[in-house]
């Protein structure tokens, strides 16, 4: 039976929290570059990133550097000098949108296709395959028998988002920041547009619906899908999360871990792509980190359109859901739950209004809650926890441990004794030591088994210890810790050994790309890209929308409906309304229109016309 290894692939803010994605159980962490990071707000010193990666490759867990922007001409030969600063730190891998960077003069380092590249069908992956991209990151939108279907036309290994928050646009395909506010998305200075509160207005003007999140999504949860995943031919799977705090990449992490270990017990044509056990010292739990309340996202539905996917009332993040308010008092409120609730807790419900409140808890006594500030709370209303004092303080201490187990064998040798120390990888370090032996007044077994056990702070841990001797020999305490150190320091020399960079040059292709007219979509901003692209018998290449703006054209691109929303679809609900179309969102001064294609079953978004004001 041939075994996968999958990866989980989590996000890292910098490396103190990518450093404890790997602690926590990620076999693989991304982390954004100095520059040319689609976080803006994420890059990293290349200090920093050798510093991870030195500890994730301990665990021959890997470190990929996001350098998914596009970029201009000038901009290039940078990222051609920092590719290379990031290949020789031992970076194992780019993940690019750019395709004008696999003309520069590039080290022998994997590239990832970003989701920034819009990888939705199997000829799209099959192209990214022939170019020689070592993984391909596929969109968030496809549901499970379409990624089995990319998978049975491919052998690149493929990447997807199972956690996180979620772009209503098909990433890469999303130009509203830019329009309105020359803040590209592709060049990662996003303005959210998504997350706003909007009006939806008829073609007359006519108000469908007031200040509410009408493209703000909820965020992904694939728990109950992994499995399927798996079995569909996924190798890598991406928590999102690169501008998360530390609190909320150990919880995930730990999750998923978790999740993936049960798996891996009973599927054993699958394991884990890196080494080491987790230990935890809390419970994890993916409601208890910012959520606005989660959606498995299309995945493993027969009809994609039987979840609701939005969350309409806010942004931020709601939590896990606690109970119901049961009295109102003076100064506090009973809930009626199961769930304990802690002083200093966060709460929050949605008001009459339809918006998120939130309010702080000073005490808590039995099931009565006395805030620090009475809020409007009603009997009957369902209350949310978005910030679990107890449970972030647990987090905010060291939480996890990972150890990789090791097999340790004293043996006497004529001039003295030798100590084996094997790893789970099967790496081995042999020891030799001169010594006289001396016989011992009484057994010496169960001392020299626990001296060889205390591995301490170092990565490992002793799974079983055995003594090859034919006598029984007196060998002191210190002399078996000084053994057991150098044997250590010397598996710890293999495994970094054993380790070993991915490296692969990128081809020089000419494969046809499928299309022979390529419009803003395409991303392109550079010669090098529109080369790129001719070079695979395109015709013709229009610059990005960031280089040449248009009007009148799709600025977002998505699944989420606001007519299947609203109960308006007239494929999947047969819904009617007696509102004139196109529809209208409205923020102050921006207005976006909206159009929808229910053949494709997507909703596109265009600005709306002549502005309006205050």
Not at 196 to 206: Q, T
Not at 382 to 393: G, I, S, T, V
Not at 560 to 569: A, E
Request: aromatic share 10%.
């Amino acid at each position: 039976m041939k075994i996968r290894p999958i990866e989980l692939l989590a996000p890292a803010k910098n490396a103190d929290t990518g450093i404890e994605a790997i602690r926590h159980g990620a076999d693989a962490v991304y982390i954004g570059a100095p520059q040319f990071s689609a976080r803006s707000a994420a890059g990293n010193s290349l200090e920093d990133i050798a510093r991870l990666i030195e500890f994730a490759h301990q665990y021959h867990a890997r470190v990929y550097i996001a350098l998914n922007t596009i970029l201009t001409d000038e901009q290039l030969p940078e990222a051609e000098a920092l590719i290379h600063k990031l290949y020789e730190i031992g970076a194992d891998a780019l993940i690019v949108q750019d395709m004008g960077i696999l003309s520069l003069n590039l080290p022998p380092i994997a590239i990832h296709a970003s989701t920034q590249t819009d990888n939705r069908t199997a000829e799209k992956v099959k192209f990214m395959e022939a170019c020689g991209f070592s993984q391909v990151v596929l969109a968030r939108e496809l549901t499970i028998p379409q990624i089995k279907e990319i998978s049975s036309q491919t052998k690149v290994p493929l990447e997807v988002f199972i956690h996180g928050a979620l772009c209503v646009s098909y990433s890469g395909q999303c130009y509203v920041s830019q329009a309105y506010t020359n803040r590209s998305a592709n060049r990662g200075e996003c303005a959210q547009f998504c997350r706003l509160p909007y009006r939806l207005e008829d073609a007359d003007g006519k108000v469908i619906a007031s200040n509410q999140h009408l493209l703000s999504l909820k965020d992904m949860n694939r728990t109950s899908s992994l499995e399927q995943l798996l079995d569909a031919g996924v190798t890598s799977l991406k928590i999102e999360g690169r501008l998360k705090d530390v609190s909320y990449v150990k919880n995930i992490t730990a999750w998923y871990r978790k999740q993936l270990d049960e798996i891996f017990k009973r599927r054993h044509e699958y394991k884990a792509a890196s080494s080491g056990r987790c230990s935890f010292n809390f419970t994890p739990a993916p409601e208890k980190s910012f959520n606005r309340g989660f959606t498995n996202y299309f995945i493993d539905k027969k009809n994609p359109r039987q979840e609701e996917i939005a969350n309409f009332a806010t942004p931020k993040s709601q939590g896990e859901f606690v109970g119901m308010v049961k009295v109102v008092g003076k100064n506090f409120f009973s809930v009626s739950g199961v769930i304990p609730l802690n002083n200093g807790d966060g709460l929050c419900y949605i008001n009459e209004k339809g918006d998120l409140v939130g309010f702080r808890v000073n005490r808590v006594e039995e099931n009565r809650v006395f805030p620090a500030e009475m809020p409007a709370v009603r009997p009957k209303m369902r209350l949310f926890r978005n910030f679990d004092q107890e449970f972030e303080k647990q987090l905010s201490k060291p939480s996890a441990e990972r150890k990789i187990g090791v097999s340790i064998e004293l043996k006497e040798v004529p001039f003295g004794f030798a100590l084996h120390m094997t790893d789970e990888n099967k790496r081995t370090a042999i020891v030799s030591f001169p010594y006289e032996k001396q016989p011992a007044q009484s057994p010496q077994r169960d001392n020299i088994i626990r001296q060889l056990s205390k591995l301490g702070n170092t990565i490992f841990t002793a799974r079983n210890v055995d003594i090859s001797t034919r006598g029984e020999w007196f060998i002191p305490a210190s002399q078996l810790a000084e053994w057991r150190r150098i044997a250590t320091e010397k598996l710890m020399t293999v495994r970094k050994i054993a380790f070993r960079q991915p490296m692969k040059r990128i081809p020089d292709t000419t494969h046809p790309f499928g299309e022979q007219k390529l419009t803003y979509l395409a991303n392109v901003a550079n010669k090098n890209a529109e080369r790129f692209y001719i070079r695979h018998q395109v015709m013709e290449v229009a610059p990005a929308f960031e280089v040449k703006p248009l009007n009148d054209v799709p600025l977002m691109f998505m699944k989420h409906c606001i007519k299947y929303s609203l109960g308006y679809c007239p494929v999947h609900q047969k819904g009617k309304h007696d509102f004139r179309e196109p529809f209208f969102l409205v923020n102050k001064s921006t207005r976006l229109r909206l159009e929808f294609d229910c053949k494709k079953c997507e909703m596109r978004v265009y600005k709306g016309g002549e502005e309006l004001r205050g």
